[in-house]
């Protein structure tokens, strides 16, 4: 590493650069391009410098960070860390910080800045400009609105600071504002902001209290963070996991078993249920060994068929596309899915055992029988994975359950079971007085 | 429906309108209220709106939108409308646009404005500022920054509105100016670009050709919906399926059923080894039919601990927490991970075995025997689904393809065919002798 080493080099080194080499390459910058660095990496990565740096060197960098982000900060280091940390803020800060400590992580309160740039209705659009002028200068953290309160501090509109700029100085700012803006209630989940980030496209919002004060601002830049994180979670869900809350190579090996072996075993212990199933069909299998051979194929078509529909279901419940009341809608959809699927795979296992049957004699004098069994026992697997998958998280839903807990795992568990029951129920009538 | 409908209470109640009822509710607003509301809602919606109108109507409606935005709503369009579309614009906006409709959707190119604000270096802050205040009236698509080219049309700096706003006027633009801003080429797909605006919380990021001429700017509003686009397609494969590409409830039946069919056959096909599998241990189930019981539970687990593998290194990929060159610390960890679940699955396993056993007398003389072969079997099992499903996404992204093809069932199916030989091996050598 050299002494002429450049803000834009380190970026596109940081990935593969640990702690340590980061803290010392971030030495060789200049101060201002150190300081800009710092502001564009992850909180994560600023907790992690900032964790490895000596305390003495600490307060310069806190300080840096805009409130809602010195709080994200604080939320990443060690408890232990954390009063320590917050004593080195300047008063004013520190007292944001901690207010804004108090909201949940996941709720509009905790994703909100809480300095944002205010005007006042009497003002002119050459006053509100020559004011923000002076903000701007004051604060790092970037604005893209400017608010209009009234005296009780509840917002009358919203103004662009491009709008502001393309304006005629003489007119007053309530001419100007866009009134009766949309507004995000502190305790909103950040799902529910995303969402309405995502249906007007706008780059800030303000957050209220539920007298309609105005509290904060959620800008964009956390939105895409939130939308990236809830994706992750939801994805680990569908997957049998845990949500990780940390990078995957980040995570210690113990939580990582941990985060895995829940599901895992609740799900070993509800597949435990076929074998009780196969022990009730144990004379069957014994009388017909032939219908042992096609169970696996028989029940993971079901479970495939159920995390198709599951996955669609979720992620599209996920984005609001779908949402309580559409169940009907998509009982309708997915049960005329489930009987085409399954017809599909019924043809393919006919042709399958018949082509066998052909080449190796493989199922014995009643091979037509058997393949009746499998071909409407598909149906009726594919058909019940199909609705189950997507019935599932409505019920989850509706307990006030996270949809994702339908994982793919979940759904297959469940429908393991009751595909053997519809199997063998299929093959007690068809085989009846030939093979059983 | 009233006529004092506001912007608001109509954007409230949009989503459970349907087109023609949008339309409608549309031209009960005033002028600016309407535009407003079309320029916010999504470009589906905007597309939906634009088709149901009079072919007179829709020129007004296309002219309000930036051009990349005009370009988004022409691809949703059928190909049948879009030259008739294309010749509604201005000559300009159409040269724009068809240059905009040759990059495909998923590149920055595709993603980026044309419009943006450029300064030449030789300008003052104040120079700066009064061309800027003609091109924020003149253009109604929000920009955040202005970009300082050369002769060439390449980038030597950025300045934000907000840092102009807060500069001293007589201070010449490159002393203002960011320096060396990152860029982004014009054919870098959307998700490598969404990853930079994630590392580095920029609002937008200049687009340049291979020769770093400046061809437009791609925005943090349009990386949002990218984030959530990519993580659904990737939902959707992980759950086995192909993507869908639109709204669940807005793909027809008939499309809906191919993008699974093809996946679902194909697994199907994949999961007839295990008929093949089981055929050839037919005899040693004859003998001992209690080992077809356990058969569901224990190929299951396999899938179940694969699924969970496969999506949290799919997952960490798509966020570029796991490269390439990580496949060995993958490998190691999840190496030790499956060893630990299968232990933990084995125990418990045991127990329930000894448990029914002492409980029914379900399974024999040889109970003792049966539950080591099911406890070791589904130590290999399901340290080998832990495998699998953690390297299939390495392997195909090795090949050149998208690793979250490795989805649920894929693994799932793999992991059942291995299993039931594993499975079947442990019992040969377990049971030799005594039930074999």
Request: glycine content about 6%; proline content about 4%.
């Given at each position: ?286 009388r017909a060994v032939v219908l042992a051979l096609f ?58 055992i018949l082509?066998w049957q052909g080449m190796f004699h493989a199922y014995g004098a009643h091979y037509g029988l058997i393949a009746a069994t499998v ?52 093959a007690?009538?068809v085989l009846?007085?030939t093979l059983l």
């Amino acid at each position: 590493m050299n002494d002429s080493l450049t803000q834009d080099e380190l970026a596109d080194a940081w990935p593969v650069l640990d702690t340590a080499e980061r803290l010392q390459a971030v030495g060789l910058l200049s101060r201002p391009d150190a300081e800009d660095l710092f502001l564009t990496v992850s909180t994560r990565d600023q907790a992690e410098l900032v964790l490895a740096m000596e305390p003495a060197e600490r307060r310069m960098w806190l300080r840096l960070l805009a409130p809602d982000d010195a709080a994200d900060l604080l939320q990443e280091a060690p408890l232990a860390e954390r009063a320590a940390m917050l004593a080195l803020l300047d008063p004013a800060t520190r007292r944001e910080v901690t207010g804004l400590l108090a909201y949940a992580e996941d709720q509009a309160g905790g994703l909100m800045n809480p300095h944002y740039a205010r005007l006042r209705p009497d003002m002119s659009v050459a006053e509100a400009t020559a004011y923000l002028h002076r903000f701007a200068r004051a604060h790092r953290d970037t604005t893209y609105y400017a608010y209009v309160l009234d005296a009780e501090q509840r917002v009358l509109g919203t103004a662009s600071f491009r709008e502001l700029f393309a304006a005629d100085p003489a007119r007053p700012i309530t001419d100007v504002m866009r009134p009766d803006p949309v507004t995000v209630r502190e305790d909103l989940d950040q799902e529910e902001v995303s969402k309405i980030f995502a249906a007007h496209h706008f780059l800030a919002l303000p957050v209220v209290d539920d007298a309609g004060r105005m509290k904060g601002v959620v800008t964009i830049d956390d939105v895409v963070d939130v939308v990236r994180e809830e994706a992750t979670e939801d994805i680990q869900k569908i997957g049998g996991t845990e949500a990780l809350d940390a990078p995957y190579l980040a995570v210690g090996f113990a939580s990582m078993v941990r985060k895995r072996a829940g599901w895992l075993s609740a799900l070993f212990l509800g597949e435990m249920l076929t074998a009780t199933a196969m022990g009730r069909y144990e004379d069957e299998i014994a009388r017909a060994v032939v219908l042992a051979l096609f169970v696996p194929l028989i029940i993971s078509s079901g479970g495939n068929s159920g995390s198709q529909a599951t996955t669609l279901v979720i992620r599209a419940m996920a984005l609001g596309e779908v949402g309580l009341r559409d169940w009907w809608r998509v009982i309708r959809r997915e049960l005329a899915s489930g009987l085409v699927l399954g017809s599909i795979l019924a043809a393919i296992g006919l042709v399958r055992i018949l082509v066998w049957q052909g080449m190796f004699h493989a199922y014995g004098a009643h091979y037509g029988l058997i393949a009746a069994t499998v071909s409407l026992s598909l149906i009726g697997v594919v058909t019940f994975g199909t609705l189950a998958g997507s019935m599932l998280p409505f019920v989850l839903r509706r307990l006030g359950l996270d949809p994702a807990s339908a994982s793919a795992p979940f759904v297959a568990t469940l429908v393991d079971v009751t595909g053997l029951v519809i199997y063998f129920s299929v093959a007690s009538v068809v085989l009846r007085g030939t093979l059983l």
